[in-house]
């Protein structure tokens, strides 16, 4: 386990600034998530972290010990790509290997690490098996492996999950989880989907135009935004804005609710909420539409789980309600969180 330090690390790729100014500190045995869209700079503040790119100006630091400078091979990192890069040729045995090998390693003390990094990640049948012959899921977890026979302390995962399908996804999720606390390195991992970021977590770094807009745990990145792009960056659907008095607005989609579900007696913003198209999804219904006299004008979401019965009808408007406590207030020219109390 390591302590990793980005101080004020900056990326230019002529005036491109892919990375600017970023200031991060992640601590021993957390898994931080770089999430932002894709072209924010997250891929390359990682592939300044690991050597493989030069920063422009700024500093890396692994235990307190400058690395800004140093090979990948000297910072005693592991990286794990998108794209898994195994050796098609080689067994699974000879793929976790491939960095031991390197090293030099004697045999018997390699195919014991082997034979421990496999049995962590449950792919002891699997050694004697080529990358063809397994799913994306083994595929993963012998990537993982051979990150892990190097005895890191800090991995890299550069959105190892993407190639996988939707319910692989999800229990891949669950298992690299459960790898990470079960060993506690040190973990950076950069993905562009929000669900991947929520799930897995300690904290999450969003990241947009070369720059971290926020740091914090998912709640609080998802029930205190920094500014508008975090606020509608997260969320399925996304925070609804409005313009009022000259500042904007915000609630999630699953606050704005019809009458009769929050008690009368807490204290409600009131907005009249015009519906243009339903959604059923199942476990919730999302309703489309808008506040302004203008269908067109103020288009906002409402989520409602499938416990909120109440009948809703296209083309009909309806006072829908917000507690105070979930409104959040942004600058109109800047995006960024004030502390506006009230609506009007």
């Known amino acids: 386990m390591a302590v990793v330090e980005v101080k004020n690390l900056h990326k230019h790729f002529d005036e491109v600034k892919a990375v600017d100014g970023v200031d991060l500190a992640i601590q021993k045995g957390e898994l931080l998530v770089i999430l932002g869209p894709s072209g924010c700079g997250k891929t390359t503040l990682m592939r300044m972290i690991a050597g493989l790119e030069k920063p422009t100006g700024g500093a890396v630091l692994i ?17 794990v790509f998108q794209s898994y890069a195994l050796y098609p040729h080689m067994t699974v045995f000879n793929n976790i290997a491939f960095p031991l090998k390197a090293q030099k390693m004697p045999r018997q003390e390699m195919a014991q690490k ?4 496999a049995s962590i990640l449950g792919i002891e049948r699997l050694l004697n ?9 083994e595929r993963q977890r012998v990537a993982l492996a051979r990150a892990l026979v190097k005895e890191p302390a800090v991995m890299l995962l550069d959105e190892p999950l993407s190639n996988l399908d939707a319910k692989l996804r999800a229990s891949a999720r669950d298992e ?14 950069v993905t562009h989907d929000q669900i991947e970021a929520m799930g897995l977590g300690d904290r999450i770094a969003v990241m947009y135009q070369g720059k971290v807009r926020q740091i914090g745990t998912p709640q609080e990145i998802y029930h205190e935004p920094s500014d508008t792009f975090v606020a509608t960056f997260l969320g399925s659907p996304p925070m609804n804005l409005l313009e009022a008095d000259g500042h904007l607005v915000g609630f999630r989609p699953e ?22 198209r339903v959604e059923y999804l199942g476990s919730d219904r999302l309703l489309y539409g808008s506040v302004g006299g203008d269908p067109e004008d103020h288009r906002i979401v409402s989520k409602l789980p499938s416990t909120v019965t ?30 506006l109390k009230a609506v009007s």
Do not use: C
């Open 63 to 79: 235990d307190n010990r400058n690395v800004t400078h140093l090979p990948p091979r000297a910072r005693q990192i592991a990286m």
């Open 114 to 117: 082997v034979e421990w990094a």
């Open 129 to 137: 098996r080529r990358p063809r012959q397994l799913s994306g899921g």
């Open 176 to 189: 690299l989880q459960r790898f990470q606390r079960k060993l506690g390195i040190t973990t950076i991992f």
């Open 255 to 276: 606050n704005f609710l019809p009458p009769g579900v929050i008690s009368a007696g807490d204290n409600l913003t009131t907005f009249p909420f015009n519906v243009g």
């Open 310 to 339: 109440a009948s809703v009808e296209v083309g009909q408007t309806y006072d829908f309600i917000v507690q105070a406590k979930d409104l959040k207030f942004f600058d109109k020219s800047s995006g960024l969180r004030t502390q």
